[in-house]
């Protein structure tokens, strides 16, 4: 009688992407390529740690406030650390990829895996880690790389490659939850108006006037938003839409994007959760940051407002030109124009989104 073969244990790869919840979903391409080869233990913030819950392949989520990263950072204090430490010491792994944007450093957190015994650590940095990182990984920060390839490239050359066939897209877990009852049939077009920084937004009474302006040429119009948003979400949908504020979770607006022929949003965290699900986006981009590395990625988008404004590149929060003019020159028939582009083909492909 043959003995039992006792199955191969995969090595724990910590991946950690430690800011908002479309940062997360940004990395997903870079998790699935190292979940193909290890098990994926994800250290997120506390405000990407629901969107890490929908990613394919991850099998474990520490939740831990980076004091350098999260945009109310708690003080750093020895207690603070001591958790994060107690938490990848429990965790063990053998290797740690640390994914960031291009404007942060990866040594603080390096040096704190390092302190929790993490064996080998790859990151990208052009700064001289020193003993810090067993792989650095060199970019040309200057060049306009969308985010999920930027991280994909540490992945890579960390020696998790995407296995074959896995396209490099953004994807949640599936299947996602029933919403129809919220939302009725598939086909409507979805307005997401909140931002977490203001300089992102497009104006409340210009979304409101897209409603209207959508609803008038033919199209079913749901409005989403966090609990927090529901004053700004019944202002938008007003008598003319679905108002879905605070109405969802993360999971079930996935898949009330999922049953959407297009969603028009800033540059937030739903535009990203589209893109993962396959639904074309109408962008209202505030250039304060590159559309080319932050645009919303592998779907197609209509990309609106001045990329060239007085602000670009500023990664400014509060907007810091009077009028906010990037995004409020644009206007309801500019969004009607753009939303009309995008579903032109959409109706044969929406079946398969949603399944």
């Known amino acids: 009688m043959t003995a039992p073969r006792e199955e191969t244990r995969r090595e724990k790869v910590l991946v950690a992407r430690t800011d908002n919840a479309g940062d997360v979903l940004l990395a997903g391409p870079a998790i699935r390529a190292v979940a193909a080869r290890a098990e994926v233990v994800l250290l997120a913030g506390p405000h990407g740690s629901t969107a890490a819950r929908l990613l394919p392949g991850v099998s474990e989520i520490i939740t831990w406030r980076a004091p350098w990263i999260d945009p109310e950072p708690p003080p750093v204090t020895h207690e603070h650390v001591d958790e994060l430490l107690t938490a990848v010491r429990r965790a063990a792994p053998a290797t740690a990829v640390i994914l960031t944007s291009f404007h942060q450093s990866a040594l603080p957190l390096a040096l704190l895996l390092r302190l929790a015994g993490v064996p080998r650590i790859a990151a990208i940095s052009n700064d001289y880690p020193g003993s810090l990182l067993d792989h650095r990984h060199v970019v040309d920060e200057d060049a306009d790389v969308p985010e999920p390839v930027r991280m994909l490239t540490l992945a890579t050359a960390a020696g998790f490659p995407l296995p074959q066939g896995d396209d490099g897209r953004l994807a949640v877990r599936r299947p996602l939850p029933a919403v129809g009852g919220l939302t009725g049939p598939p086909g409507y077009v979805v307005v997401h108006p909140g931002v977490t920084a203001p300089a992102r937004g497009w104006p409340p009474d210009l979304c409101a006037q897209a409603v209207t302006a959508l609803t ?138 949603i399944l």
């Open 216 to 353: 008038r040429a033919g199209h079913r119009v749901v409005v989403t938003g966090t609990p927090g948003e529901r004053a700004l979400t019944a202002h938008v949908a007003g008598t003319d839409a679905r108002d879905l504020g605070g109405a969802t979770t993360l999971a079930e607006l996935a898949a009330v994007l999922a049953g959407a022929a297009a969603l028009v949003a800033p540059n937030t965290g739903p535009a990203h959760l589209a893109a993962a699900v396959g639904t074309p986006v109408v962008s209202l981009f505030a250039p304060v940051v590159p559309a080319a590395r932050w645009a919303p990625y592998g779907v197609p988008v209509e990309l609106l407002g001045d990329q060239r404004a007085p602000c670009r590149s500023t990664r400014a929060r509060i907007c810091p030109i009077p009028g906010h003019p990037c995004l409020s020159s644009v206007t309801a028939d500019d969004v009607v124009t753009a939303v009309h582009r995008l579903t032109a083909h959409r109706p044969a492909a929406l079946e398969e989104a």
